[in-house]
């Protein structure tokens, strides 16, 4: 299993409760197609699954 998960934000969430924008920015997004790489633990797989319409996943390849 990856050990990072690339994450884009490739839509906005203006217009997406205020849950889902909190969310995005615990995991750190600011602008719209910024690129983060997070940790692959559970705390982080479960925000992502909250706003996987907004967002783009790719695995980090080993």
């Known amino acids: 299993m990856a050990e990072r998960i690339k994450v884009t934000l490739v839509k906005s ?3 997406q409760n205020k849950r889902i924008r909190d969310t995005l920015r615990a995991l750190g997004f600011r602008k719209l197609n910024q690129t983060i790489w997070v940790k692959n633990n559970p ?7 909250k706003v996987v ?3 783009k996943i790719e695995l980090e390849r080993e």
């Not at 705390?43 to 699954?49: F, I, T, W």
Request: glycine share 24%; charged share 15%.
């Open 13 to 15: 969430g203006i217009g």
């Open 43 to 49: 705390a982080v797989r479960g925000m992502l699954r």
């Open 53 to 55: 319409h907004l967002v």
